[in-house]
Structures are given as structure tokens and as C-alpha cells.
Nanobody, 123 residues
């Protein structure tokens, strides 16, 4: 079974950048699509970005398109989410998730989840 662990969160000022990492253990991510979700306090979970097994066809939500970039390194068993031009409304707990399909889609139900990490955008 795939275990996922997020890192890299924290407090950043509006307009700043952060890079989140999702590191897998217990299995390889090369057979999994990987996605990032987020959940702000009092709101529903939102799909942010996903990436297919071989790194192509990334998908982004409209709210982060052009500001966030997802990438993966199957040799390091890691997926990154680079977040630029951060806004207060990006404040949330961010989760990485995995599923054994080929092409990603933020509408899927993902089978494996990390514990989540807090990102706070505030001055």
C-alpha cells in the first residue's frame, strides 16, 4: 500500500511562493496518478492539480491555473506542487492523493491520501 507524506507548508505573505512535496513510501508512484487537494476551514474539499503517471496531461483548477505547477519525479517517488503568487484565499490544508489509473482527473475518487499540511497566506 502506498503511504503519502506532505511537507513544505507554512506561513507566507500574499504574493509569495511555496513548494509542497508529496513523498511516497511502501510502493512506487510510477503506477499512480497523483493529485493535490485542499480544504479551507468551513469549506468543501477542492481539487487543485493532478498529474498523470508519466508526467503528462496535468490538470489544474481554474482558481490556481497559471500560478501553480505540479511535477513528478518517479525515481525519487516524489510529486511537487510549486505555488506562486499566493493569495489569502489559498489558505487551506493541502493533501496529496494517489490512484492507480493512467490519466489524471480531479473528479476521480482517489484511493490513497496523505495526512495533509497547512498552508497559510497572510500578512
Amino acid at each position: 500500500q502506498l503511504q503519502l507524506a506532505e511537507s513544505g507548508g507554512g506561513l507566507v505573505q500574499p504574493g509569495g511562493s511555496l513548494e509542497l512535496s508529496c513523498t511516497a513510501s511502501g510502493s512506487t508512484i510510477e503506477n499512480h496518478i497523483i493529485a493535490w487537494f485542499r480544504q479551507a476551514s468551513g469549506k468543501e474539499r477542492e481539487g487543485v492539480a493532478c498529474i498523470s503517471k508519466h508526467g503528462g496531461y496535468p490538470e489544474y483548477s481554474d482558481s490556481v491555473k497559471g500560478r501553480f505547477t505540479i511535477s513528478r519525479n518517479n525515481f525519487k517517488n516524489t510529486v511537487l506542487l510549486k505555488m506562486n503568487a499566493l493569495r489569502p484565499e489559498d489558505t487551506a490544508v493541502y493533501y496529496c492523493a494517489a490512484d492507480q489509473r493512467t490519466f489524471c482527473d480531479l473528479a476521480y475518487e482517489y484511493t490513497d491520501w496523505g495526512q495533509g499540511i497547512q498552508v497559510t497566506v497572510s500578512s
